[in-house]
Structures are given as structure tokens and as C-alpha cells.
């Protein structure tokens, strides 16, 4: 007997130890896996870390001491089909574990998901108001200009300091500390004198709500809302304060006129998200909550508020609360029927609850309406120029004149101390060493070199306030460039001659903006004519040349290497921007006539003959100098009859020759080969004749 | 064929429409960028009852460079010399091409009601105006009655 029972204990023994080892082995088999599909989760390979909590999540579920676990495995899983993009799937497991009940934070996951979806191709580019800053869209107050252009009140400035660009272009804002352009800071104060005051109450409002005054905060906020109305700016901040005040109901229709005025603002849409949720409207509020990423440039910051409105859908208890909370505030508005609170709550959480599987479905609305939204604000083609409508006095070309040239403002630059002047008229100053015209401080490299843009609002506002005067300038300017063509700038130096290199040397402010604009513009080229003392002016013929090859100093001076293209007749004299503009006539060789070429050609020969022998009575030195800036005298064309400037060996003994610069200007501009020739020949004979003697 | 720029234009018609008290400057007819300028000395200045008759000419590439401004009648001023040069910081190194015609005449008005023999273009003027400033504003009195009075 006792045998029998030692027996039976030692069997009862061997098949707890089996059973308890069975247990042990499977569940180490889980824990193994747990390990795995953490692991997978964590090197973001979510869709094997999916399966992998797929087949945990099984396995575990007759277990039931495992409950913490459980929970932890479940949202392993939906987490994992969250990553991989399984938005719907994911929701279904959360919609699960939050039957239960849950915290926000642990729907992080979904969150990023969720805006990661809401944001794939970015933000879609919105229209703005040109003349709005470009970092608050509200009219610009003290408003000071980066070095791409745009401009931005000087608080807004302040709040962007840390960014190096501007948010609109994405170009470098230049140096952060700045002053306010004086210019647009006149112009703003002119046009929208109400809208500055209404921003002023505005920012009041702002600091007083910051403050935690908030009955003080709505009463600025009104009194801005009464001198320009349903701004937006404004509203948003309003219906924030209201919703602070309980008065969701109102700050809902806050929201909504801002959504209503700038539909492409995603501020409007969180303002009403908010307002819904407070109201317990949650699905609404989560679908204006995903339009709002889906128009905001940076949506991150975002999460947490996901967070909190997808809670809001899930959570079956706050779902039929607030669905009771609606119903009983509809009763309480219908009014003609009695309170039967208790079974309204009742039908309502089953309502809920029968919803909650339609959570899906409005993922799939969400996703839809955000969509939808970014598509329309692609395609908005409203100008929402607002404040070009909003002027309270007009606009006059006096308000856009540059001080410098007095004309109209032409492609405008603001100094880094300020002040405006048009793009060629900041250039001459630099050009001339001359600090800001209007305040004397320096002007800075960034302003002198590449780092500057046209400025967009004095463009923007000139064009929409007096589309008139900005077409007629537009069109001055787009023929003054077309001249070139017909005029030419005209360096007043010395007679240049076709075919010969020419090295100048720049100094004058003038002709640098000269050479500089000759580099700029395609063609390389302007005339050079030499300075007749007796005649007080520069010469009727001249050269025009070709910019080879230019070495620029620090100090502004530069050595420009020319050589000449083509002889020209100056048929009238202008001037641009200090220098000398001319109308010319290229000229060309008259046609030897056939009974001329042979005495021509003789008398080539016999000048070329008798170059070399001037030549030979130059000194060494003399001649290898000349070789080096001239280089060796040219060999005889096979066609030296027939080009348009002659044979170009003589244009090269010109060069060198010691001749008068009024004899000089003279030869230049003969057309007749055959003269040319005769004139050399007699300098050559008077040369060689005092050698030989 | 020689346009002028915007710039002497408007300044020239501003000149015209709304002229500076006491200051007249009225362009050549054959050179519009050649004026003839006429200032009146200032009240309680040694030159009041004067008319000054000066030329002044905006050069090539004013506004960039400054205009050229010369005394033509002559003048007793430690800052002016004999040949009628001004010794006048805006018209040399302090030259903005911000100032105006208007500017650099009013200026020049300004230091005939305040001469400064610390900065002198002539020196003996300028001595005397140190050393014996009665004597210096008998002669500018002189000066302005026998030459800027002869109207
Ligand atoms: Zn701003
Ligand atoms: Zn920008
Ligand atoms: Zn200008
Ligand atoms: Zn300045």
C-alpha cells in the first residue's frame, strides 16, 4: 500500500515536472519571440516585427496571468502594422485594447503613422498675400527685408533668428541683426494705417491672454476685429481665447470664418479642431486636425494633439459621453421634449459601441478630406491679394521714386541700414566708393556682392497698386536693354584698331559699371574713341572691342584685355549713367575697284617693304617690347583686298606707329584701302628719311 | 543728342516751381547742365544787401560725383577763396548722392551766415577773421558793397 502511494506521488510528481516543463518550455519559446519581434520592431523592420507579435500576441492568449504582457504584445502589433503603413488593420487592434481604456501617449505610434500619411508629398505650395509678411501673414510692422527679397515684421525677424532661411523662398536670409526698411515701413504706415492699429490691439490681446487675462485678452481682440474686419489672424486668436472661456460654440464660428476667408491656413483648421473636440464632436475634430497637417509645413509638433483626438475616437466611454452630452445639448435646444437622460445614454452607448467599428471608416474620411484639401489648394487660382484691396489712401508714383535717379524704382535692393535705391544705383555708388547716400554708413559686402535680391514687396506693391506705372517702367526698362544693339557704351581713352590687342586699365567708377555691364550682358563689346583735346570731345571714329579676358582688384581697379572687332562712325552721343553712349555706324572698306588692284597691290608692297625697314631701325629692346604687347607683325592674307578692314599687318603698324592721335583717328576712319596705304607710306617715308639721315 | 536724366530734370523743374528763399538758379539755355545761381547774403551776415552771382555745373556723372559750385562775384569769406572755390565738406568728400542742387545752395547760403576760419580756403581772410574779426567783417562789408551791390 505504501508502495503504491510512494508510486502514485512519484507519477503525480512526474507529471507536474512534465507539465510544469511543457509550460516553462513554451512560454521561453514566447519570450524568445517577444525578444525577436522586439528586435525586428526596433531595427524598423515592421513588417516582419508584425508577424512576428502576430504570432506572440496567439500564443499568449490562453495564458492568463500574462496580462500586462498581453496588452504590451498587442501594441506591439498594431504598432508594427502602424510602421508598415496598415493604417486600417492598425486602428482595428487599437480600437481593441482601448475598449479597455488606455493613456493618449501609447497612440504615438498611429500618430506619426497617421501624419506621416497626412504629409507624404508635403504641404501643397499655398497662394499668400504678396504684401504680407512672409513669416505671420499679417501686414508688415516694423518691417525689415532679408537678402532674398522678402520682408517680415521685425518681431517676426526676432522669432526666426535662429533659422538661416526664409521660410517662403528657402533662399539664405542674410545677417540676422537688421533695420527696419524705410522705405516699406513708410509705405505700410500710408496704405494700411487701420491695419496696423488693429495688429497693435492684436498683440495687446496677445500678451494680456498670455497673461491669463482672458475677458481683457477677448475685448482687444474685439475692438482689432471692429477696425478690420474677420481678419484672420485676429479670429484665430479669438476663437483661442473663447474656446478658453467655455464658449466653444462661438469660437467654433471663429475658426470657421477663418477656414471661410484663408482656406489654405492651417492654423484655422486647428482652431476648429479644438473647438469640435471641446464641443465632444471628436470625429469632426480629428478630421480638422488632419486637414491642418496636411496644409502645415512642419506637422510634428503636431503628434501629441493626434494623439489626443484619436483617443478621443477610440475611447468607447468618452465617445458615448459626448454623444449623450450632444444629444441631451440638441434636446436642450429643440426644448419640446422631456428629459429621459438615462435611456438616451443607454441607447447611446450602444450606438457607440456599434461604431466602433466604423473607427475604419473614418480613418478612411479622414484621409479622404485632407486629400481632397491639399488638392483644392493646388489648384486655387483666387488671388488672395487682400491688402493691395485694403488701401485707405492711393498709391502715387512719388511713393515708389528713387532718390538716386529719380525715376521709379527699378529692380529695388535695400541696403543693410535701410534704404532702398534701384539695383544700377546702389551698383554706381559701390562703384564710386560712396558709403549709404542717406545715412552715410558703409555699404556692407553682403549688399555689395551676390547676396542680394530684388525687393519682392516694393515690386509687388508697385504692380498692384499702380499696374500703369509699373508696365510703363517695365517697358522703358526692356528697351533701354534692347539698345545695346543700336548704341553702344564708349570708353573715352585712345584709337584702338581692328584685329589688335588692346589692354586697358580701369579706375574710373564710371567705366567700371561700364565693363562690368559689357560682361554682364552677352556681348563683351563696347567702343573706344580717343579724347581730342582740340575738338573738347572724343572723336568721331572709333573702335569697337571685345572683352578677352578682365582682372578685377580688390581696390575696384581692373586690367581689361581687348582686342578690336570692327571700326566704327559715331552718328550721335548720348550718355547713361555717367559714361558715353553712342549711335554708330560700323564701317567697312569701300571695294577696291578691278582697275585700282594692281596699283594698290604695288603699293602694299612697297609699304610693307618699307615697314621692315623702319622696323629694322628700331632697337632691340624697342622691338621685342612691341612683340610682346603686339605680338609679331601679321603675315599677308590671301585676301587681303577684299576684307572689310583691310590687310591687318597695317592695322598692326598703326598700332605702333608714333603718330599723332588726331592722324591716328583720321586713318581709322578711312574706308579706302588704297588711301590708308598712301597716308602710312608718307609717315614711313618721313621715318625712315630721318633714320637714314 | 544728349538726353538729359531724370534725375536734373526733376531737380531743375523743382527749382523752378517752388525756388529756395534767396537763392536763385536758373539753367543755361544753351547747357542744361550749366546754372547761373544767384545768392543773396544773409540778414545780419557782413554780406546782407549782396547779390553773389555763382556758376555751378553738375558734372558727367552727377549725381555721383558732386556738382562743381564757384563764386563768380567776388567775396571777402575765409572759406572762399580768390578765385571764388569753396572750401565746403559736401561739395568734396562728404558728397552723398542723396544731396540736390537745393542742398549744396543752401549750404553754401549757411556758411555765408556762419564763416569758419578754422577750416580756411584763404588764409589772410581767414587770419584777420581770427585775429581781428571786426576789421574782417568791415571788409567783407566793404567787399559785398563794392562788389555784390553794383545793381
Ligand atoms: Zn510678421
Ligand atoms: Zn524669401
Ligand atoms: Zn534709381
Ligand atoms: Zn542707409
Known sequence: ???????????????????????????????????????????????????????????????????????????????????????????????????????????????????GALHADGPPPAPFDPLACVACGSVPRQPVSWNCGHCVCLKCDQKHSRDAHCPRCGKSKGRSRREVNVLINTLVQKFWPKHLEAAALRDEGNSLFKGGCLKEALEKYNASDKLVKDYPLTLANRSHVLLSLNRAQVALADAETVIKIWPHWPKGYFRKSLALSSLGRHDDSLIALACCIALERNPHPLRHDMCLALHHVLLPTLRAKSANFWIKRRKRASSDCEDSGDEDLHQHQQRARARQITVQGLMDRMLKAAEQLQKNTKSDKRSIDFLSKETTSPAEVVDFECVLCSRTLWRPVTTHCGHTYCWTCLDRCIDYNHPC?????????????????VLDFVEKALSLLLPEEHRQRQQQEQEQSAEPQRRIPVFVCTTGFPGTP???????????????????????????????????RYADFGTLLEIRDALSFNTGCSIVTCVGISRFKVLSRGEKDGYNLAQVELLKDEPIPDERLEVVTALHNEVR????????????????????????????????????????????????????????????????LE??????????????????? | ???????????????????????????????????????????????EGGLFKLELFLPEDYPMSAPKVRFITKIYHPNIDRLGRICLDILKDKWSPALQIRTVLLSIQALLSAPNPDDPLANDVAELWKVNEAEAIRNAKEWTRRYAMDN
Open chain 1, 437 to 453: 547716400p542717406l545715412c552715410m554708413s558703409p555699404l556692407t559686402e553682403g549688399v555689395a556682392g551676390s547676396e542680394r535680391s
Open chain 1, 609 to 672: 617693304t618699307r615697314a621692315h625697314t623702319w622696323l629694322s631701325f628700331l632697337s632691340e629692346k624697342c622691338r621685342s617690347e612691341i612683340e610682346q604687347t603686339f605680338g609679331c607683325m601679321p603675315e599677308i592674307e590671301d585676301d587681303w583686298f577684299a576684307l572689310p578692314d583691310g590687310p591687318q599687318w597695317t592695322w598692326w603698324l598703326m598700332a605702333i606707329l608714333p603718330l599723332g592721335s588726331k592722324l591716328k583717328v583720321g586713318i581709322l576712319g578711312t574706308t579706302s
Open chain 2, 1 to 47: 543728342m544728349c538726353s538729359l536724366p531724370r534725375r536734373i530734370i526733376k531737380e531743375t523743374q523743382r527749382l523752378m516751381q517752388e525756388p529756395v528763399p534767396g537763392i536763385s538758379a536758373v539753367p543755361d539755355d544753351n547747357n542744361a547742365r550749366y546754372f547761373h545761381v544767384i545768392v543773396t547774403g544773409p540778414e545780419d551776415s557782413p554780406f
Open chain 1, 1 to 115: 500500500m505504501n508502495v503504491l502511494k510512494v508510486l502514485l506521488v512519484q507519477l503525480l510528481r512526474l507529471l507536474v515536472w512534465l507539465w510544469c516543463r511543457k509550460r516553462t518550455k513554451q512560454q521561453s519559446g514566447t519570450m524568445n519571440l517577444i525578444g525577436v519581434a522586439h528586435d525586428a520592431f526596433n531595427s524598423r523592420d515592421y513588417g516582419l516585427a508584425t508577424e512576428l507579435y502576430k504570432k506572440c500576441v496567439s500564443e499568449l492568449d490562453g495564458v492568463a496571468d500574462a496580462a500586462a504582457t498581453r496588452l504590451d504584445l498587442q501594441f506591439g502589433y498594431a504598432d508594427s502594422m502602424a510602421n508598415s503603413g496598415r493604417l486600417r488593420d492598425a486602428v482595428a487592434v487599437y480600437a481593441r485594447i482601448y475598449k479597455r481604456g488606455c493613456v493618449p501617449d501609447r497612440l504615438r505610434h498611429l500618430a506619426t503613422a497617421l501624419i
Open chain 1, 502 to 536: 588692346c589692354p586697358l586699365f580701369i579706375y574710373e567708377p564710371r567705366y567700371r559699371l561700364m565693363i562690368r555691364r559689357a560682361i554682364q550682358n552677352e556681348s563683351r563689346q563696347f567702343g573706344m574713341a580717343a579724347y581730342l583735346e582740340t575738338e573738347g
Open chain 1, 675 to 693: 588711301k590708308r596705304l598712301r597716308a602710312i607710306n608718307k609717315t614711313l617715308e618721313h621715318l625712315t628719311s630721318r633714320n637714314i639721315i
